[in-house]
């Protein structure tokens, strides 16, 4: 019987299944990250609708960390598929939390550098001004610094590393 990813592949066009397999890492991680992405929204308008109405980097930062421990477990089990070590633990919740900073990071500075948020603009406004600042960019520069983070320092092991044919990550050359 084949494994739900192999169904999966079967339902993608041929020419592009060499490359799905090929970044496998990033396919799920970005899986993972895009089921994280949907519970934190869920999260995130659900406690500025309720408790935390005039708190929007609160909610934000609390519905992230939920999504966060979410993440960690899919991350390890699935999408890196390692065995669950302190030491991993420990550096997935380090990058988390700079993680998080740099995802409220363009919220914060929309709503109180900005001044993005009532009495300044209409709600509708205030609203779409947090979504796209703290939702989709901070998201987003979050999401390409975990990737790299956990990549480099947290679900890559000294097994990970004794495979053949591992090439380290690369730092980003700089091109001017």
């Not at 740099?102 to 709503?111: E, F, G, H, I, Q």
């Not at 989709?136 to 092991?157: D, H």
Request: with cysteine.
């Amino acid at each position: 019987m084949p494994s739900p990813m192999q169904r999966v592949l079967a339902r993608v066009p041929a020419r592009l299944r060499p490359l799905l397999v090929r970044h496998r890492r990033l396919v799920k991680f970005l899986l993972v990250g895009g089921g994280c992405f949907v519970l934190t929204v869920v999260i995130d308008f659900g406690l500025k609708l309720t408790v935390l109405e005039h708190k929007p980097v609160a909610a934000l930062t609390v519905a992230t960390v939920i999504a966060t421990v979410v993440s960690y477990v899919f991350n390890r089990r699935w999408a890196f598929r390692t065995a669950g070590r302190g030491r991993e633990a420990l550096l997935f919740f380090l990058v988390s939390a700079v993680a998080i900073g740099v995802n409220d990071a363009p919220l914060a500075l929309s709503r109180y550098a900005l001044d993005l948020r009532e009495p300044y603009v209409d709600p509708l406004t205030q609203e779409f001004a947090d979504f796209l600042s703290g939702m989709v960019v901070g998201t987003f520069v979050a999401m390409l610094f975990r990737f790299w983070a956990v990549r480099r320092w947290v679900f890559t092991g000294p097994a990970e590393r004794a495979r053949p044919g591992y090439a380290a990550p690369e730092m980003p050359r700089d091109v001017s």
